[in-house]
């Protein structure tokens, strides 16, 4: 027994060592709480993902397996190079583009479509290895960068908000479109114009009642300053969803877990970003080069600026990752963007969408998670997932929604370092939060700000003041918007 308590000290002392625990004012069970916090905040990607990628004809459960692949060697280099409470899986968003614009929309491949994937994952490297992304960075005024971590809040908390079921949406006639596959029989995606009106929901859905006293229980919870608060309300809401048969474990089948049928999928795609069908196909038809570069720049900017925002937004406001240049805490930054570069790439090969840092990270960070051993634990349970995924089902939406909306709240503070009264930046300020939240994208919110406080510098009569950097990037982002315009 003594042995067995010596043990398991030493143990802890090895992971203090190791991780820099102590040094964070972190603790192993803090730490595994908050990579469990993170995991079932994102853990949906493991079920949107092969059912977003496989519209395109890809075997879905070789896109499963890709998926945990791409995000647990993300997730690894996230704990052991950078050290760093950051999960990393396939984005949301850019798997959407991958399969509505660049497959269905555009005409490409799904070979084609991840050979773009990996040449974003090269440029993500050239860009980190040279002064570029340290030049990016260092261009964000600090208004922008208060309301960038402010945006990801909103965006945070809407995440939130939709998932909890609170939301409905109504969509006049004739002003919708029908994409992707399997429309006769009610599987394909509604895209809508601005005609979709939300509101609330009638609260008489037992999920959407169980979303809710999830929301009282979390907010319980944190107001009370209760240690592993997050994971505790995750684990009661899951409880009550099961004795109100919101969740019915009668149906966890796992049987339907063929992971050697997943396997023989894989084989499939695996690889096939750097075949003949798909980098090969790319590079052998020039006639159609200058729309394919335009396509692997939105793939290169959404998932550059994705990160960065994810990475200022949460790190600067809990002291894990500092902007200034200077500072030894930007070697961190450094290799966060590695991590991701080299998940990109990895993911593309294996045979998914560009994997990115999860903002979701952040309901991890909110549980007190500070090292890279938050980050192992989540991808301990990304490996452990491709065994028990049916597991899963048992944690419902409704337990983790909550969880967002009240980190989206935590992240708000930043609003305060605003300027408000001064409008030439209270303006690129409100652009760059807002659009973040209701455009669902991080990378359209910097857009925006960025776009705006160049506008009102230009109005102010000082260009001058607006770096380099960001005038190269606003050209972009506009060359983006008219290739978007132009498909």
Same mark, same amino acid.
């Given at each position: 027994?003594?042995?067995?308590?010596?043990?398991?000290?030493?143990? =802890?002392?090895? +992971?203090?060592?190791?991780?820099?625990?102590?040094?964070?004012?972190?603790?192993?069970?803090?730490?595994? /709480?908050?990579?469990?916090?993170?995991?079932?905040?994102?853990? =949906?990607?493991?079920?949107?993902?092969?059912?977003?990628?496989?519209?395109?004809?890809?075997?879905?459960?070789?896109?499963?397996?890709?998926?945990?692949?791409?995000?647990?060697?993300?997730?690894?280099?996230?704990?052991?190079?950078? &050290?760093?409470?950051?999960? $990393?899986?396939?984005?949301?968003?850019?798997?959407?583009?991958?399969?509505?614009?660049?497959?269905?929309?555009?005409?490409?491949?799904?070979?084609?479509?991840?050979?773009?994937?990996?040449?974003?994952?090269?440029?993500?490297?050239?860009?980190?290895?040279? &002064?570029?992304?340290?030049?990016?960075?260092?261009?964000?005024?600090?208004?922008?960068?208060?309301?960038?971590?402010?945006?990801?809040?909103?965006?945070?908390? =809407?995440?939130g908000i939709k998932n909890a079921g609170f939301l409905k949406f109504t969509i006049d006639p004739h002003t919708y479109t029908v994409v992707g596959e399997g429309a006769d029989k009610g599987n394909a995606t509604i895209s809508a114009n601005a005609s979709a009106v939300p509101g609330l929901v009638d609260?008489? &859905?037992?999920?959407?009642?169980?979303?809710?006293?999830?929301?009282?229980?979390?907010?319980?919870?944190?107001?009370?300053?209760?240690?592993?608060?997050?994971?505790?309300?995750?684990?009661?809401t899951t409880v009550l969803g099961i004795l109100i048969h919101v969740v019915d474990i009668t149906k966890i089948d796992f049987a339907s877990n063929h992971l050697g049928a997943a396997f023989n999928d894989l084989g499939t795609i695996f690889g096939q970003a750097l075949g003949s069908k798909g980098l090969g196909s790319l590079i052998s038809n020039t006639s159609r080069l200058p729309e394919t570069l335009m396509a692997i720049l939105?793939?290169?900017?959404?998932?550059?600026?994705?990160?960065?925002?994810?990475?200022?937004?949460?790190?600067?406001?809990?002291?894990?990752?500092?902007?200034?240049?200077?500072?030894? $805490?930007?070697?961190?930054?450094?290799?966060?963007?590695?991590?991701?570069?080299?998940?990109?790439?990895?993911?593309?090969?294996?045979?998914?969408?560009?994997?990115?840092?999860?903002?979701?990270?952040?309901?991890?960070?909110?549980?007190?998670?500070?090292?890279?051993?938050?980050? /192992?634990?989540?991808?301990?349970?990304?490996?452990?997932?491709?065994?028990?995924?049916?597991?899963?089902?048992?944690?419902?939406?409704?337990?983790?929604?909550?969880?967002?909306?009240?980190?989206?709240?935590? +992240?708000?503070?930043?609003?305060?370092?605003?300027?408000?009264?001064?409008?030439?930046?209270?303006?690129?300020?409100?652009?760059?939060?807002?659009?973040?939240?209701?455009?669902?994208?991080?990378? $359209?919110?910097?857009?925006?700000?960025?776009?705006?406080?160049?506008?009102?510098?230009?109005?102010?009569?000082?260009?001058?003041?607006?770096?380099?950097?960001?005038?190269?990037?606003?050209?972009?982002?506009?060359?983006?918007?008219?290739? +978007?315009?132009? &498909?």
């Open positions: 027994m003594i042995g067995s308590e010596n043990d398991k000290k030493g143990v =802890y002392s090895e +992971m203090d060592k190791f991780f820099k625990l102590s040094e964070h004012g972190t603790t192993v069970r803090t730490e595994v /709480l908050a990579g469990l916090t993170t995991f079932f905040a994102m853990s =949906y990607i493991l079920f949107v993902n092969p059912q977003m990628l496989s519209q395109t004809g890809m075997p879905a459960q070789g896109v499963f397996l890709a998926t945990i692949i791409g995000s647990v060697v993300g997730t690894l280099m996230m704990a052991f190079y950078a &050290n760093l409470p950051y999960a $990393q899986a396939p984005g949301m968003g850019l798997n959407a583009f991958f399969t509505f614009t660049v497959v269905f929309g555009m005409g490409y491949s799904w070979q084609e479509a991840l050979g773009m994937v990996f040449i974003c994952g090269v440029i993500s490297l050239i860009i980190t290895l040279t &002064n570029v992304r340290k030049m990016i960075i260092e261009s964000i005024p600090t208004a922008l960068r208060s309301a960038i971590s402010a945006g990801i809040g909103i965006f945070l908390a =809407y995440v609260f008489n &859905n037992p999920a959407v009642l169980l979303a809710l006293v999830g929301l009282a229980i979390t907010i319980f919870f944190v107001v009370k300053g209760i240690k592993g608060g997050i994971i505790l309300s995750i684990l009661v939105a793939f290169s900017l959404t998932d550059i600026f994705d990160t960065i925002g994810t990475l200022i937004g949460t790190g600067e406001k809990v002291g894990i990752v500092a902007t200034n240049g200077e500072n030894h $805490q930007s070697a961190k930054l450094d290799k966060a963007l590695y991590s991701d570069l080299v998940a990109t790439s990895v993911g593309a090969i294996a045979g998914t969408s560009n994997v990115t840092t999860y903002v979701e990270s952040a309901a991890g960070i909110g549980a007190g998670g500070r090292t890279g051993l938050t980050a /192992l634990v989540v991808a301990i349970c990304f490996a452990i997932s491709s065994l028990f995924s049916p597991l899963l089902a048992i944690v419902p939406t409704a337990a983790t929604a909550p969880i967002l909306i009240v980190v989206g709240i935590m +992240m708000l503070s930043g609003l305060k370092n605003i300027h408000w009264e001064d409008m030439s930046e209270a303006v690129p300020a409100f652009f760059t939060s807002i659009f973040m939240g209701f455009s669902y994208s991080i990378t $359209q919110g910097i857009a925006a700000g960025f776009i705006t406080y160049s506008l009102v510098k230009v109005v102010k009569g000082e260009a001058k003041e607006v770096h380099s950097m960001i005038w190269i990037l606003d050209v972009l982002f506009i060359l983006n918007y008219v290739s +978007m315009a132009l &498909n």
